[in-house]
């Protein structure tokens, strides 16, 4: 297959211009990341929503910057041509600017990201200010933002109510004006993320559960394939039952080998006659 072109932040929103969405997934493997960069994804997420798809947690909190930097570099390799864009897990970002420049520096330097991304809103300015002041490209979250889904109630709807709606939009634009390159807008109604879209300016905004007038879209890569057991979130489409036909290759494994099927010749490496003979010679 033919060398893909780097992506480029000009590149993307070129597209915006040209009226092209944006595509972006998460990824957390070289495998997967290997596949997406084939299939023509734009931007690459290594979200610490790893925490819940590759490591088991109930929630993203316990997720390290170790964690973090170690599957962003595996995807990078995987992937060398898109936007790959790491995660700030749960507190690497929250207790001060200073703290979150260094935890977006190694993301650059230890794993060659493109950028950063990070939630919250209007108290999360000066880091995303600062972030972009030291030369990397920041990029915010806003809506349901897994790591306060505490004090959220849950995952649920955010900006339903119009109060709430409109603090999303101060949000947006607070997170515009200190400089990032983008925002995710993760459950929020259809006509509240088409307002956002409508009167973002320097930046773009990308939907994840959010309506269609996005400037791009994100899904979950284990959501959309069926590889997360324990629940099916609404605003994700299964693309294919990838789930389903691994768990039945793996019954099959079980099986053919309780039931000395496999392997077959073809599975295994002979030994020649005389070599085995003389063997047989040494022992005895």
């Not at 939630?119 to 920041?138: H, N, Q, S, W, Y």
Request: aromatic share 8%; with cysteine; hydrophobic share 40%.
């Amino acid at each position: 297959m033919s060398e893909r072109k780097k992506v480029t932040l000009p590149m993307l929103f070129q597209k915006i211009e040209d009226g092209v969405p944006i595509t972006f997934l998460t990824c957390y493997d070289y495998p997967t990341a290997f596949f997406q960069e084939q299939a023509g994804v734009d931007m690459i997420l290594v979200g610490d929503s790893l925490g819940m798809t590759m490591l088991g947690y109930d929630s993203t909190l316990p997720v390290t910057m170790e964690d973090m930097i170690r599957h962003s570099q595996a995807v990078r390799r995987g992937a060398p041509n898109v936007w790959l864009i790491g995660d700030m897990p749960y507190m690497s970002y929250q207790p001060s600017v200073e703290t979150a420049i260094r935890s977006a520096g190694r993301f650059m330097a230890e794993a060659g990201c493109d950028a950063i991304k990070l939630e919250g809103g209007v108290k999360m300015a000066d880091r995303i200010a600062g972030i972009t002041a030291a030369g990397i490209p920041a990029m915010g979250h806003l809506g349901l933002t897994p790591q306060s889904v505490s004090a959220l109630g849950g995952f649920r709807l955010q900006g339903k109510g119009a109060q709430q709606a409109k603090k999303i939009i101060d949000d947006a634009k607070a997170l515009e004006d200190a400089g990032a390159f983008a925002i995710l807008l993760e459950l929020v109604p259809d006509r509240l993320c088409k307002l956002i879209t409508e009167r973002a300016e320097n930046c773009f905004i990308i939907g994840l559960g959010s309506g269609l007038d996005a400037h791009g879209q994100l899904l979950i890569y284990h959501d959309m394939f069926g590889l997360y057991p324990k629940f099916k979130p609404r605003m994700a489409k299964v693309f294919g039952k990838a789930g389903e036909i691994i768990l039945e290759g793996l019954k099959q494994y079980v099986q053919e080998v309780t039931g000395r099927k496999f392997p077959q010749p073809e599975n295994w490496f002979g030994m020649p006659d005389e070599e085995y003979n003389e063997l047989l010679q040494m022992l005895d």
